[in-house]
């Protein structure tokens, strides 16, 4: 086991990172007419479908800056503005599973629309539909670990798992033995973290790189008028 460890998060994280980077760049060199989001509003476009691309966009955004923050940020600088191990944790998991339920249901909708409407499904490529999964599988196994902190509410395994992140972006090689221990679905989350950075130069989410500052001012871009 500790062979598989080392190879999925002590090596993982940097064949990852590397193809994310790399791969992201070669895509914009050789293929800019293909970044793009490829928006599907024109095969339909409902209110529900509006709300639900807006809690799904919101929900993932928060989620990420979230969790960037909180595995990154070292202990004494949390210390230093009066918040505890315990009580970090407490906000993480009520933030978590507020963010998560938000980006959850907006997920929902988006991947039913992806897998049940013909018109939809007929114009999506199979990359489409395999993030759209992960983006799901990954969602889940986040919130159930919201379920499986209430049994550390001292913040140990929290501090385990940002410690192994913190090791990994100083270039530090022990960083899987952080994570060794912790409970599967902790290493699941972050291992399903692992396939959508590999897999994000391949599929439409490149576009996250080209979100300008406007973009939180613009309005509702209109494909087809109703």
Not at 63 to 86: D, E, I, K, R
Not at 139 to 152: D, E, W
Not at 161 to 181: G, K, M, S
């Amino acid at each position: 086991m500790d062979y598989f460890n080392q190879l999925i998060f002590g090596v993982g994280p940097y064949l990852a990172g590397t193809i994310f980077l790399l791969g992201s760049y070669l895509r914009y060199e050789r293929g800019q007419y293909t970044w793009r989001a490829m928006s599907s509003q024109i095969f339909t476009s409902t209110p529900n479908f509006r709300r639900a691309s807006i809690a799904f966009h919101v929900g993932i955004l928060l989620l990420f800056f979230g969790h960037l923050f909180g595995l990154l940020t070292p202990a004494p600088v949390y210390h230093a503005l009066g918040l505890s191990t315990s009580a970090k944790q407490l906000v993480a998991m009520v933030a978590g599973g507020l963010f998560g339920t938000l980006c959850f249901v907006g997920l929902t909708y988006l991947l039913w629309r992806r897998l049940f409407n013909e018109r939809v499904r007929a114009n999506s490529a199979p990359m489409d539909t395999f993030i759209i999964l992960l983006l799901y599988l990954q969602l889940i196994t986040g919130l159930i670990s919201i379920g499986v902190s209430t049994q550390h509410m001292d913040g140990s395994v929290m501090v385990l798992l940002a410690t192994w992140a913190q090791h990994i972006v100083t270039f530090r090689p022990e960083a899987w033995q952080y994570i060794a221990d912790v409970h599967w679905v902790y290493k699941v989350h972050v291992f399903l973290g692992l396939v959508m950075f590999t897999a994000f130069p391949f599929s439409r989410l490149v576009h996250i790189w080209s979100w300008p500052v406007a973009y939180v001012r613009r309005s509702y871009q209109v494909v087809r008028s109703q």
